[in-house]
């Protein structure tokens, strides 16, 4: 079964150029992992600083080897002083009727 999940954080004023050239590299290669089918990265229109980044896995195995990537921990160390958050908010989601 697919592994499904919306990541979502606000960046801090003034960090937006930073963040967004972070997230660019890091999806670049999260695109690459065997498993992922989509990492998609989204701005809100009405307050671009609040990015929500839609991503799919083949399955369960895929995203935990894309936790397990050399490169997510020095991303998320990198992006945790620039976003209002602690750390960004995952929600897992599930196709309806399935």
């Given at each position: 079964?697919?592994k499904?999940l919306?990541?979502?954080?606000?960046?801090?004023?003034?960090?937006?150029?930073?963040?967004?050239?972070?997230?660019?590299?890091?999806a670049?290669?999260?695109?690459?992992?065997?498993g992922?089918?989509?990492?998609?990265?989204f701005?809100?229109?009405?307050?671009?600083?609040?990015y929500?980044?839609?991503?799919?896995?083949?399955?369960?195995?895929a995203f935990q080897?894309?936790?397990?990537a050399?490169?997510?921990?020095?991303?998320n160390?990198?992006?945790?002083p620039l976003?209002?958050?602690?750390?960004?908010?995952?929600t897992?989601l599930r196709?309806?009727?399935?």
């Amino acid at each position: 079964m697919k592994k499904t999940l919306l990541a979502e954080f606000t960046v801090r004023p003034g960090s937006e150029e930073h963040v967004a050239e972070l997230v660019k590299e890091y999806a670049a290669r999260v695109r690459e992992e065997p498993g992922n089918l989509a990492f998609e990265v989204f701005t809100k229109e009405s307050s671009p600083r609040a990015y929500w980044i839609f991503e799919v896995y083949a399955h369960e195995a895929a995203f935990q080897t894309h936790l397990a990537a050399p490169y997510g921990p020095p991303f998320n160390a990198a992006l945790q002083p620039l976003i209002e958050e602690k750390e960004s908010v995952l929600t897992f989601l599930r196709p309806l009727g399935r």
